[in-house]
């Protein structure tokens, strides 16, 4: 017989077009609200934070676009992958981030989804401005000169 092989589980998952797409102002983590096995699916890697975004709608922050691939073994209902996804926060913070949000040209992007030490699925959310292209060019160049000055270090 066979041994079945344990599953290799994910704990953080980023959403790396974030920072290089957007300049990010300020982050807040939120908890999110999840049904059925989409658990188990985000446990096992299967989910993309990729052109995902939050929104405050009714005084209530959602989170939209976020792909969780259903789970192979799930014999209950059949969740849409990209429905929306309630996130949870305080009254407070929800009220911060809504008079940010009305500021020209800001947005929420999530950065990415990791698990606490208790298991809880948490999302780190960037208060994030649109970069310009000439912004991304400014940001390439300054990262590819810092790794040529760590090489040098290595060097000597």
Do not use: C
Not at 7 to 18: D, G
Not at 84 to 112: A, V, W, Y
Not at 117 to 135: F, P, Q, S, T
């Amino acid at each position: 017989m066979a041994k079945q092989q344990k599953p290799q589980y994910v704990t953080t998952l980023f959403n790396r077009k974030a920072r290089h797409e957007y300049t990010i102002l300020d982050t807040i983590v939120a908890g999110i609200e999840l049904h059925g096995s989409e658990v188990k699916s985000v446990r096992l890697g299967k989910a993309s934070l990729n052109e995902s975004y939050a929104v405050i709608h009714r005084g209530e922050v959602w989170l939209e676009n976020m792909q969780i691939t259903p789970y192979l073994h799930n014999t209950l209902e059949q969740l849409d992958p990209k429905r929306s996804r309630k996130l949870l926060l305080q009254k407070s913070e929800i009220l911060k981030l809504n008079s940010k949000l009305h500021e020209k040209g800001l947005t929420l992007i999530p950065l990415k989804a990791f698990f606490n030490k208790r298991g809880i699925l948490k999302i780190e959310l960037g208060l994030a401005k649109g970069k310009k292209l000439y912004d991304k060019r400014e940001t390439i160049k300054n990262r590819d000169a810092e790794r040529q000055i760590q090489r040098l270090k290595q060097q000597y």
